[in-house]
T-cell receptor, first 115, second 116 residues
Framework: KAGVTQTPRYLIKTRGQQVTLSCSPI?????VSWYQQTPGQGLQFLFE???????NKGNFPGRFSGRQFSNSRSEMNVSTLELGDSALYLC??????????????FGQGTRLTVV | AQTVTQSQPEMSVQEAETVTLSCTYD???????LFWYKQPPSRQMILVIR??????QNATENRFSVNFQKAAKSFSLKISDSQLGDAAMYFC?????????????FGQGTRLTINP
């Protein structure tokens, strides 16, 4: 069974640009969550999508947005990039709808550098 | 809001020895999950072990075990017979038990070094 796939693995963007990151979850998983990891702030929850609907949202500005497609693949978009957006962005997938199945499985992340 | 605290930024242990990583959390919920994730230099977060709060028995996975003290809100990870491949960042994480709550709250992490 294929794991969680994130593309691209590395990205360099200029301040003010926008970027789109992609995440393909494990087959059968309907929940996709996104996290930002930085040395200063650690791992912070961005948002979660389940069956194409945003179900949870963290404390990030509106420049951060996402969506989920009918095949459960998710994209995350950051507009008007700032230097502080440089981070490792991790995607996690899970079944999402059964109490007993709590595990989230992570992709290898996308390293975004804003210059 | 829930918080997770890992008070040891770095730990080191000799190969084959035992090491314990600490984690405390704060929550007003009675039902929840706790996890330990490992993040090696490859950056991929790997689930090490999980604990359901309603279970009194401590979880064990091979060389990894936890000491879950619900009243004290403490969740430590013990690694026995440490191996070089155990070297990584370890994160303690909390998740609400409710069906719709897929948000993980992470601690700041503990960097574990294994000395040969």
């Amino acid at each position: 069974k294929a794991g969680v796939t994130q593309t691209p693995r590395y990205l360099i963007k200029t301040r003010g640009q926008q970027v789109t990151l992609s995440c393909s979850p494990i087959s059968g998983h309907r929940s996709v969550s996104w996290y930002q990891q930085t040395p200063g702030q650690g791992l912070q929850f961005l948002f979660e999508y389940f069956s194409e609907t945003q179900r949870n949202k963290g404390n990030f500005p509106g420049r951060f947005s996402g969506r989920q497609f009918s095949n459960s693949r998710s994209e995350m978009n950051v507009s008007t990039l700032e230097l502080g957006d440089s981070a490792l962005y991790l995607c996690a997938s899970s079944l999402g709808d059964v109490r007993g199945n709590a595990e989230a499985f992570f992709g290898q992340g996308t390293r975004l550098t804003v210059v | 809001a829930q918080t997770v605290t890992q008070s040891q930024p770095e730990m080191s242990v000799q190969e084959a020895e035992t090491v314990t990583l600490s984690c405390t959390y704060d929550t007003s919920e009675s039902d929840y999950y706790l996890f330990w994730y490992k993040q090696p230099p490859s950056r991929q977060m790997i689930l090490v072990i999980r604990q359901e709060a309603y279970k009194q028995q401590n979880a064990t996975e091979n060389r990894f075990s936890v000491n879950f003290q619900k009243a004290a809100k403490s969740f430590s990870l013990k690694i026995s017979d440490s191996q070089l491949g155990d070297a990584a960042m370890y994160f303690c994480a909390y998740r609400s038990f409710f069906q719709g709550a897929q948000k993980l709250v992470f601690g700041q992490g503990t960097r574990l070094t294994i000395n040969p």
